[in-house]
């Protein structure tokens, strides 16, 4: 599977640039998982189901299983920071993309979202995983980064395609 960081401050447009490449890499044949980093508490659960009932009495982890989905949920009973790493294990290793949002301090390739109007720094300056920016503002400093406009997802979902192996991602390169 290839592995790319959809990296940025909060609200610079991560999560619509995700869900955008998400189909334009399904209609070039490409299977997308996607990992998203919550900073606070959530819940995927309603009140009242039997899986949010199993957990809520106490269950670590709750499978539920249909012949279209499976989910997993694991309630931990203290504060745990996962790696990126830890939570790319966990997943089904039949698919072509991971598209990861969040997880800015990660040590993966990063597509860096930016905005000027946001008034945030650029991580590309400091950080050497950020491989490509998508933004529609002038960088502040100068870049041999390729630089995509963050409105075209089908360039995205191009520019991703032709990075070949340089995207692949190998576990026993990370230590979790």
């Not at 401050?9 to 997308?32: C, D, F, M, N, W």
């Not at 290793?93 to 945030?120: F, I, S, T």
């Amino acid at each position: 599977m290839k592995v790319i960081v959809v990296a940025g401050y909060s609200g610079s447009g991560k999560t619509t640039l995700v869900e955008k490449l998400i189909p334009a890499l399904r209609r070039r044949g490409q299977r997308v998982s996607v990992v998203k980093h919550a900073h606070h508490r959530f819940e995927m659960d309603k009140p009242g189901k039997d899986t949010w009932r199993h957990r809520e009495a106490g269950a670590f982890e709750v499978v539920a299983a249909s012949p279209r989905r499976l989910v997993l949920q694991r309630e931990f009973e203290r504060d745990v920071e996962l790696s990126v790493h830890h939570v790319l294990a966990e997943l089904y290793d039949g698919v072509d993309w991971v598209l990861v949002e969040g997880y800015r301090e990660c040590n993966l390739p990063k597509l860096e979202v930016w905005r000027a109007d946001h008034g945030k720094p650029v991580l590309y300056a400091d950080d050497p995983f950020v491989i490509a920016i998508a933004t529609d503002s002038v960088l502040p400093q100068p870049t041999s980064l390729p630089v995509l406009d963050i409105n075209d997802s089908e360039a995205h979902a191009d520019w991703l395609l032709a990075q070949g192996e340089r995207l692949t991602y190998d576990a026993s390169q990370y230590a979790c």
